[in-house]
């Protein structure tokens, strides 16, 4: 099975076959503007806030790998939806998003983009999407997909 397109994580590593990358997520912590208090220079410091991700996202490993989830304020969802409107009701200080999901919901949500702001960006390099295939997937599936998306990039 050919997965298009997934986050690559440490958590995620072992359970695919890679192909290979075909872009960088460009990920944010946001809060809500009136929210004056957060202040966030390294990922460390969001553990002083309540936080929404949605459960076993990439957002979610992500937090699992920095200790993120000891947090007692950390809400498990099951969709990023889920996580906007829990900020948007105050429920929580932060969520995890990229400037593209964020517009999406909000503007489905009919809710106010201008009442959020961007209080931590991630290095890139931390959010990468690749195109994977499922372990059961054939290994010389796998070896001659790998060149064929080489050549794409390149091109």
């Known amino acids: 099975m050919l997965i298009f397109s997934i986050a690559r994580t440490k958590d995620r590593e072992k359970l695919f076959h890679w192909i290979g990358s075909i872009s960088t997520l460009k990920g944010h912590?946001?809060?809500?503007k009136e929210h004056s208090h957060v202040k966030i220079n390294t990922i460390d410091d969001a553990n002083q806030y309540s936080i929404a991700v949605t459960r076993e996202d990439s957002t979610h490993h992500y937090l699992k790998h920095n200790n993120i989830d000891q947090n007692l304020d950390l809400y498990l969802t099951t969709t990023n939806k889920q996580n906007i409107e829990m900020l948007f009701s105050k429920r929580i200080d932060l969520i995890i998003a990229t400037d593209a999901m964020i517009k999406t919901h909000v503007e489905s949500s009919d809710l106010q983009y201008e009442l959020l702001k961007k209080?931590?960006?991630?290095?890139p390099n931390e959010f990468q999407l690749y195109?994977?295939?499922s372990k059961s997937t054939s290994p010389l599936l796998v070896r001659a997909l790998k060149p064929l998306l080489k050549k794409?990039?390149?091109n």
């Open 29 to 32: 912590i946001w809060t809500l």
């Open 131 to 133: 195109i994977a295939m």
């Open 152 to 154: 794409y990039k390149t």
């Open 119 to 123: 209080v931590f960006t991630f290095n």
